[in-house]
């Protein structure tokens, strides 16, 4: 039997529409847009991030549309779909999707394989819902900053991967939408892909800032552009 939504946070739930600069070494490289919305069906939810690169790099990279939809299922998000489709140069080589086949237990990707599917495993886009959960969850129980460390397994390209997140700090982030105090998370299972996101516990623990690293590349950023639209329509 399912439990309804609001078993998970309710302030993780909420149709937003969230804007974002995007950076590669402070170079503005474009806008994007984080959207989550009710799928149409109780208790699911289309999320999906989008990214649109400027005039002159778009030949390039392309258009990137990654686009989870998921469900609560006994109080835990289960996703059912995921694709990522960038257009651009290579991007055939990068353009995947994922069907969770959660009666089989399976992990359907879109070549045809199939890999084992336990409770816990989520899309690497919908990571970001479980991760806000976490917060807002451990805010809400203890009244405080929350502290610790938390393992997230997800279906990626081509196997399950997991990555561990640990609070490292409490910072004071300057963004275009303003300046917000924050609880920054590190991924800190592998150093040469360095993942950090600074969230707003003050509206709900939304992205306000996030770089990704890898090795010796020049980072990725994203900065809050304005403060999010949002809606308290929900999918019950």
């Not at 847009?33 to 699911?44: N, S």
């Not at 009666?103 to 991760?131: A, C, F, H, W």
Request: net charge positive.
């Amino acid at each position: 039997m399912s439990i309804p939504a609001s078993a998970l946070s309710p302030e993780l739930l909420v149709s937003t529409t969230t804007q974002y600069e995007v950076y590669r070494d402070n170079k503005q490289l474009g806008v994007g847009k984080i959207e989550l919305k009710p799928a149409g069906t109780p208790d699911c939810w289309s999320y999906s991030q989008e990214a649109y690169p400027s005039a002159w790099l778009r030949w390039l990279s392309g258009d990137i549309l990654e686009q989870s939809h998921v469900c609560v299922v006994d109080g835990q998000l289960r996703p059912v779909a995921y694709r990522y489709n960038r257009s651009g140069v290579g991007a055939s080589k990068e353009n995947f999707s994922l069907r969770f086949d959660w009666p089989k237990k399976e992990v359907v990707y879109q070549n045809g394989d199939v890999k084992p599917l336990t409770d816990g495993i989520v899309d690497r886009l919908s990571m970001q819902l479980v991760l806000r959960d976490w917060l807002l969850s451990e805010q809400a129980a203890t009244g405080k900053e929350p502290i610790g460390t938390k393992e997230v397994k997800f279906a990626d390209r081509k196997k399950i991967d997991s990555y561990v997140f640990q609070i490292k700090a409490h910072e004071e982030v300057k963004t275009p939408a303003g300046t917000f105090k924050t609880t920054r998370l590190d991924r800190i299972d592998n150093d040469k892909r360095r993942a950090q996101f600074w969230l707003s516990p003050d509206n709900g623990y939304i992205v306000v800032k996030a770089e990704q690293q890898k090795e010796d590349d020049p980072p990725l950023k994203l900065l809050l552009k304005k403060m999010p639209t949002t809606s308290p329509t929900n999918s019950k």
